[in-house]
């Protein structure tokens, strides 16, 4: 009986990390993306002439940092249902 029932508290011990690590993931990608569109701002204003480069990789970095918060979701969701 103990086994079974180490066996269901390390699931559901397991469904509790899944459920903090999204949570975590979507943390950091607010951070990141806020840091990222901050700095990106800021390098505007000081060289207004290359707005449109700064624009550009502001989006691709953001993208980047929302790609690996939707798969570390994704993973933990994964956890938490299987």
Do not use: W
């Not at 569109?37 to 207004?48: F, K, S, T, V």
């Not at 290359?50 to 990789?57: E, K, M």
């Amino acid at each position: 009986m103990s086994a079974l029932l180490f066996i269901l508290l390390a699931a559901e011990t397991a469904k509790l990390g899944a459920a903090i690590g999204a949570g975590l993931a979507a943390i950091g990608a607010g951070i990141g993306i806020g840091l990222i569109g901050g700095h990106a701002m800021e390098g505007i204003a000081r060289q207004p002439e290359v707005t449109g480069d700064i624009r550009s990789n502001m989006l691709i970095a953001a993208a980047l940092v929302e790609g690996v918060a939707l798969f570390v979701v994704v993973v933990c969701l994964i956890v938490i249902f299987l």
